[in-house]
């Protein structure tokens, strides 16, 4: 969908299906995609581990939370399939991996991509509920509502790539070599409305929604006459409907060129190698987003940064001054939780019971 038929010898790229037509590229992309890779399944597991520990340690899950928790997932399944891109890359289009894992990570691709465009338009309509009806909806907005969107994307994402699970398959090359590729039956015909289908399913629908109901956000911001809700709930929606627009931008933004592109590709018969280097360009952009997410969460949430910090420092030690019998003081380490119950002791009258 948007690696593993694009850069190898794929009717996507040119109708032919000879080594040499493939779109070449030198040790820069691959190295490119590496780092992507690297940062973006560090990034990712790092969002994923502090929204878990938090909930571990009964801290209440958000919405925002389920939300971000799970276009971390997508996200790090996205970058998973790299390895196999990268691998493509060094072989100019080649596959070694098998029929099954081909069908496989071509079909995760493709679902990860249009389950991430999913997850932001509904996280767009729920920062639409907490903005513009804070407290009309708020029974709405709870985490098993969020759990059942979050089902729901996943189901439908898995309906709209069928034609990925039925067509994606190995394609014979020179030399007894073979290619993982979408083979479609009509090249001419399908090869069209394949890619409107996927322009129209996966990006240019979810980019309307989304600009539109962000338009409203603001629009209510800017003439309400409404009662507000209290201070504190105010500056939260705020900060969590910033980081929501720039998610989504930053999306749109990682994303536009590539679909661009596609929509080009159906006029170009035979692609320039500048138009090739151009076309990789954009689908490392597009996979360069599933690792610009988790920097954002970091410097847009204040509230992130510190549920991180304490996933990674569960046990708060502070320093205690102990008086002695002298005039000089000791210091020791205590844990906090033993601190508090030895105070509690402390402040419990000499012939109480130790709790």
């Given at each position: 969908?948007?690696?593993?038929?694009?850069?190898?010898?794929?009717?996507?790229?040119?109708?032919?299906?000879?080594?040499?037509?493939?779109?070449?590229?030198?040790?820069?992309?691959?190295?490119?995609?590496?780092?992507?890779?690297?940062?973006?399944?560090?990034?990712?597991?790092?969002?994923?581990?502090?929204?878990?520990?938090?909930?571990?340690?009964?801290?209440?899950?958000?919405?925002?939370?389920?939300?971000?928790?799970?276009?971390?997932?997508?996200?790090?399944?996205?970058?998973?399939?790299?390895?196999?891109?990268?691998?493509?890359?060094?072989?100019?289009?080649?596959?070694?991996?098998?029929?099954?894992?081909?069908?496989?990570?071509?079909?995760?691709?493709?679902?990860?991509?249009?389950?991430?465009?999913?997850?932001?338009?509904?996280?767009t309509l729920d920062r639409y509920l907490a903005t513009v009806h804070p407290m009309r909806f708020n029974h709405i907005r709870t985490p098993c509502v969020a759990m059942l969107v979050i089902g729901l994307v996943w189901g439908l994402s898995l309906l709209t790539i069928i034609p990925v699970w039925m067509y994606a398959g190995l394609m014979p090359l020179p030399d007894g070599l073979v290619a993982c590729a979408l083979l479609l039956p009509d090249l001419v015909n399908d090869i069209y409305w394949f890619t409107l289908y996927q322009f129209f399913?996966?990006?240019?629908?979810?980019?309307?929604?989304?600009?539109?109901?962000?338009?409203?956000?603001?629009?209510?911001?800017?003439?309400?006459?409404?009662?507000?809700?209290?201070?504190?709930?105010?500056?939260?929606?705020?900060?969590?409907?910033?980081?929501?627009?720039?998610?989504?931008?930053?999306?749109?933004?990682?994303?536009?060129?590539?679909?661009?592109?596609?929509?080009?590709?159906?006029?170009?018969?035979?692609?320039?190698?500048?138009?090739?280097?151009?076309?990789?360009?954009?689908?490392?952009?597009?996979?360069?987003?599933?690792?610009?997410?988790?920097?954002?969460?970091?410097?847009?949430?204040?509230?992130?940064?510190?549920?991180?910090?304490?996933?990674?420092?569960?046990?708060?030690?502070?320093?205690?001054?102990?008086?002695?019998?002298?005039?000089?003081?000791?210091?020791?380490?205590?844990?906090?939780?033993?601190?508090?119950?030895?105070?509690?002791?402390?402040?419990?009258?000499?012939?109480?019971?130790?709790?």
């Amino acid at each position: 969908h948007f690696g593993f038929e694009d850069i190898n010898i794929n009717v996507k790229v040119k109708r032919s299906t000879t080594a040499d037509d493939a779109p070449r590229c030198g040790a820069s992309l691959p190295v490119i995609f590496g780092i992507i890779c690297f940062l973006g399944i560090i990034g990712n597991c790092i969002v994923i581990y502090t929204i878990l520990k938090k909930t571990k340690c009964r801290a209440k899950q958000t919405v925002p939370d389920i939300f971000i928790l799970n276009l971390s997932i997508v996200d790090l399944l996205f970058l998973l399939g790299m390895p196999f891109l990268i691998h493509q890359l060094l072989g100019n289009g080649t596959w070694h991996f098998g029929a099954a894992m081909c069908t496989v990570i071509t079909a995760l691709d493709s679902n990860s991509q249009i389950v991430s465009t999913y997850i932001l338009t509904a996280m767009t309509l729920d920062r639409y509920l907490a903005t513009v009806h804070p407290m009309r909806f708020n029974h709405i907005r709870t985490p098993c509502v969020a759990m059942l969107v979050i089902g729901l994307v996943w189901g439908l994402s898995l309906l709209t790539i069928i034609p990925v699970w039925m067509y994606a398959g190995l394609m014979p090359l020179p030399d007894g070599l073979v290619a993982c590729a979408l083979l479609l039956p009509d090249l001419v015909n399908d090869i069209y409305w394949f890619t409107l289908y996927q322009f129209f399913l996966a990006f240019a629908i979810p980019l309307v929604i989304i600009c539109l109901v962000f338009f409203k956000i603001l629009q209510h911001m800017s003439a309400s006459v409404a009662p507000l809700p209290p201070r504190s709930l105010r500056v939260r929606t705020r900060k969590v409907t910033r980081m929501a627009v720039a998610i989504c931008l930053a999306f749109f933004t990682c994303w536009a060129p590539y679909y661009i592109l596609q929509l080009i590709h159906l006029r170009v018969q035979s692609p320039s190698l500048a138009f090739s280097y151009t076309y990789n360009f954009t689908i490392s952009m597009g996979y360069a987003n599933s690792c610009i997410n988790p920097f954002l969460y970091i410097v847009l949430s204040e509230t992130f940064k510190r549920h991180f910090l304490r996933a990674v420092r569960p046990i708060n030690r502070k320093f205690r001054v102990n008086p002695s019998t002298t005039d000089s003081v000791s210091m020791r380490i205590v844990p906090e939780g033993a601190q508090q119950e030895q105070a509690s002791r402390e402040m419990l009258p000499s012939n109480a019971p130790p709790q």
